[in-house]
């Protein structure tokens, strides 16, 4: 039950009623009108803005118009009084008799409690990670990994058709690299002496397993032929073995995702050349020149004719070139037969989760789709993580042993676990820079968001364990018993949860979902400290069974809410701690 939805609707069915009785001009937009919590408690249980969004239209003061819709709504059930504040607002105060119902319905619902259809099944695809396929990923792709991941699951929950996708950058001049950095391994696991890697290889030990791989799978045969001819054996087996390590790293994480496309098939398939084709056949290519970047010219420019997207033409800053000198096809050409691809595929939501440095990328990816998709309508969203910074009690962390140069996503998951990673990387807007403590993030104190909120969900289960071994089964209750201010504060917490997720869903935001879990489990402990304090408070009260079974009752709906949402961030509900 969406108690602020059920409002929202309250309030606009009263309007429509007073547009259709000639009390107000037909046709006013309702779509503004909210239903929300109030800042200030006191003030209320909900909260609309009802009369001041749609005051102006309708040429009255928005006071006027409070007043009028206040009394109409004070005649909807479960409402006890009708308020008017500040320039309009309109503050609606329940029976108590309501509370229980929330309670009710989050038993009836359990694990499906604040699932809803806001997305009415849209099919959205949602791109996280990405990495090239170097090496194994560093703590830099762990924040976009989790939010990419939280995300996807979160639209789910509201109603999304979600498919989510990694795309493997398999085509270009870095994957060249990494074969040439993994023939050397393999020189040296046939005993060659290979000295220091080169500048411009890579270094990292991970690439010693594909030349061990290479050498017990050829031999010598590879050293016995050209360059051209072992390369692409060696880049296809550098490739797998590197994508097999960054899916290992992603499960550590408990990271599976649907699809993992390859950029190659794009070219393998004609897929880019087609793609290319469908642009110039719609006006959409031209030949034609650059002007050059502002500043220091970057080495390798040239003042050429080149074959370039109409990219200024759907909202980008610069057209874009398709070919390369030597007629090959830029990496910006694989990208919009990607696109192509996607929309090709049906999605009406492209969702691109990059790092901070590719905010460039933000025009190019919505002139690509608007291009396109033409007349049919594909949302292109893009969000953005900030970097991850790395401290040990205060310290900065820089280094990797395996790698040599970062710190790998598997490090950080080995040492503190992936449930801590994984709700801290989601405990700060991803647009925020972030500081992971290796020492704070496993600290036991309220300041451990993840501890507090785990501890939460531990101390309900404890409890309901107690109860279950007293022989009680909260099956006979009355919520109408919990009268205490502490109590009612956890339920009206409990009630917010559905709008919570919706809000979370329609902004992108995953980690409104882990501020929410933090203040749920404040409540709860809050409540807990004061049984401590007032024994008829306690959860258990043993010569009152009524009580006892309502409160244990109380708790299962907590535990729902708590275990709902950690399992949208992909943590772990521990039930011991």
Same mark, same amino acid.
């Given at each position: 039950?969406?108690?602020?939805?059920?409002?929202?609707?309250?309030?606009?069915?009263?309007?429509?009623?007073? @547009?259709?009785?000639?009390?107000?001009?037909?046709?006013?937009?309702?779509?503004?009108? =909210?239903?929300?919590?109030?800042?200030?408690?006191? $003030?209320?249980?909900?909260?609309?803005?009802?009369?001041?969004?749609?005051?102006?239209?309708?040429?009255?003061?928005?006071?006027?118009?409070?007043?009028?819709?206040?009394?109409?709504?004070?005649?909807?059930?479960?409402?006890? !009084?009708?308020?008017?504040?500040?320039?309009?607002?309109?503050?609606?105060?329940?029976? #108590?008799?309501?509370?229980?119902?929330?309670?009710?319905?989050?038993?009836?619902?359990?694990?499906?409690?604040?699932?809803?259809?806001?997305?009415?099944?849209?099919?959205?695809?949602?791109?996280?990670?990405?990495?090239?396929? =170097?090496?194994?990923? $560093?703590?830099? *792709?762990?924040?976009?990994?989790?939010?990419?991941?939280?995300?996807?699951?979160?639209?789910?929950? =509201?109603?999304?058709?979600?498919?989510?996708?990694?795309?493997?950058? #398999?085509?270009?001049?870095?994957?060249?690299?990494?074969?040439?950095?993994?023939?050397?391994?393999?020189?040296?696991?046939?005993?060659?002496?290979?000295?220091?890697?080169?500048?411009?290889?890579?270094?990292?030990?991970?690439?010693?397993?594909?030349?061990?791989?290479?050498?017990?799978?050829?031999?010598?045969?590879?050293?016995?032929?050209?360059?051209?001819?072992?390369?692409?054996?060696?880049?296809?087996?550098?490739?797998?073995?590197?994508?097999?390590?960054?899916?290992?790293?992603?499960?550590?994480?408990?990271? $599976?995702?649907?699809?993992?496309?390859?950029?190659?098939?794009?070219?393998?398939?004609?897929?880019?050349?087609?793609?290319?084709?469908?642009?110039?056949? $719609?006006?959409?290519?031209?030949?034609?020149?650059?002007?050059?970047?502002?500043? %220091?010219?970057?080495?390798?420019?040239?003042?050429?004719?080149?074959?370039?997207?109409?990219?200024?033409?759907?909202?980008?800053?610069?057209?874009?070139?398709?070919?390369?000198?030597?007629? !090959?096809?830029?990496?910006?050409?694989?990208?919009?037969?990607?696109?192509?691809?996607?929309?090709?595929?049906?999605?009406?939501?492209?969702?691109?989760?990059?790092?901070?440095?590719?905010?460039?990328?933000?025009? +190019?990816?919505?002139?690509?789709? !608007?291009?396109?998709?033409?007349?049919?309508?594909? #949302?292109?969203?893009?969000?953005?993580?900030?970097?991850?910074?790395?401290?040990?009690?205060? %310290?900065?962390?820089?280094?990797?042993?395996?790698?040599?140069?970062?710190?790998?996503?598997?490090?950080?998951?080995?040492?503190? &676990?992936?449930?801590?990673?994984?709700?801290?990387?989601?405990?700060?807007?991803?647009?925020?820079?972030?500081?992971?403590?290796?020492?704070?993030?496993?600290?036991?104190?309220? #300041?451990?968001?993840?501890?507090?909120?785990?501890?939460?969900?531990?101390?309900?289960?404890?409890?309901?364990?107690? &109860?279950?071994?007293?022989?009680?089964?909260?099956?006979? *209750?009355?919520?109408?018993?919990?009268?205490?201010?502490?109590?009612?504060?956890?339920?009206?917490?409990?009630?917010?949860?559905?709008?919570?997720?919706?809000?979370?869903?329609?902004?992108?935001?995953?980690?409104?979902?882990?501020?929410?879990?933090?203040?749920?489990?404040?409540?709860?402990? !809050?409540?807990?400290?004061?049984?401590?304090?007032?024994?008829?408070?306690?959860?258990?009260?043993?010569?009152?069974?009524?009580?006892?079974?309502?409160?244990?009752?109380?708790?299962?709906?907590? +535990?729902?809410?708590?275990?709902?949402?950690?399992?949208?961030?992909?943590?772990?509900?521990?039930?011991? @701690?």
């Amino acid at each position: 039950m969406n108690l602020f939805a059920h409002f929202q609707t309250a309030a606009r069915n009263e309007l429509s009623v007073m @547009m259709a009785t000639g009390e107000l001009p037909p046709g006013l937009d309702l779509s503004r009108v =909210t239903a929300e919590p109030p800042r200030d408690a006191t $003030h209320g249980d909900v909260t609309t803005n009802a009369a001041m969004v749609v005051a102006k239209a309708a040429a009255m003061a928005p006071k006027v118009l409070a007043e009028i819709l206040a009394k109409r709504l004070a005649r909807q059930p479960d409402v006890l !009084s009708a308020d008017v504040a500040g320039p309009g607002f309109i503050n609606l105060r329940l029976e #108590d008799t309501f509370w229980p119902k929330i309670l009710d319905a989050i038993l009836a619902k359990g694990d499906h409690y604040g699932r809803s259809e806001l997305g009415k099944g849209i099919k959205s695809n949602v791109e996280y990670v990405s990495a090239n396929p =170097t090496g194994p990923l $560093h703590v830099g *792709h762990c924040r976009g990994a989790v939010f990419g991941d939280a995300l996807a699951e979160l639209l789910k929950v =509201t109603g999304y058709e979600v498919s989510k996708e990694y795309y493997i950058n #398999d085509a270009g001049a870095q994957v060249d690299t990494v074969a040439r950095s993994a023939f050397l391994r393999y020189q040296e696991a046939l005993g060659t002496d290979i000295d220091e890697i080169p500048s411009g290889l890579y270094p990292g030990e991970y690439l010693i397993p594909v030349g061990q791989a290479l050498a017990a799978e050829h031999g010598k045969v590879l050293l016995t032929v050209t360059e051209e001819q072992w390369l692409p054996i060696v880049r296809n087996k550098a490739i797998a073995m590197m994508m097999d390590l960054i899916k290992n790293d992603l499960a550590s994480l408990k990271i $599976h995702q649907d699809v993992f496309f390859s950029e190659k098939s794009l070219h393998d398939s004609g897929e880019v050349r087609d793609t290319v084709a469908d642009l110039r056949e $719609h006006g959409h290519v031209f030949e034609g020149r650059l002007p050059p970047p502002k500043g %220091e010219l970057p080495e390798g420019w040239e003042d050429r004719e080149q074959t370039l997207f109409r990219a200024t033409e759907f909202g980008d800053d610069i057209d874009r070139p398709l070919l390369k000198s030597d007629g !090959s096809y830029t990496y910006f050409a694989s990208d919009v037969a990607y696109t192509r691809n996607k929309i090709q595929r049906g999605f009406k939501e492209l969702i691109y989760v990059l790092g901070a440095d590719h905010g460039g990328y933000v025009k +190019r990816l919505e002139a690509v789709a !608007s291009a396109i998709a033409g007349p049919r309508k594909v #949302d292109v969203i893009v969000r953005l993580c900030q970097l991850v910074r790395l401290f040990r009690n205060g %310290e900065p962390v820089r280094m990797s042993k395996r790698s040599g140069e970062f710190v790998t996503l598997r490090e950080v998951v080995d040492e503190v &676990g992936a449930d801590v990673v994984r709700f801290m990387m989601l405990y700060r807007k991803n647009e925020a820079p972030l500081d992971f403590d290796f020492a704070k993030v496993t600290e036991q104190s309220k #300041d451990n968001a993840v501890f507090y909120v785990q501890y939460a969900h531990a101390r309900v289960c404890s409890v309901l364990r107690n &109860g279950a071994e007293l022989g009680r089964a909260p099956v006979n *209750h009355d919520f109408l018993l919990l009268v205490d201010e502490a109590e009612r504060l956890v339920v009206r917490r409990l009630a917010e949860y559905p709008k919570m997720l919706e809000g979370a869903a329609l902004a992108h935001e995953p980690h409104r979902i882990s501020f929410y879990l933090y203040e749920l489990a404040s409540d709860f402990h !809050s409540l807990w400290n004061k049984g401590k304090e007032s024994p008829q408070l306690r959860f258990i009260v043993k010569d009152d069974i009524i009580i006892t079974d309502t409160r244990l009752a109380f708790l299962r709906a907590i +535990r729902y809410v708590l275990s709902n949402g950690l399992r949208i961030l992909g943590v772990n509900p521990v039930e011991e @701690m």
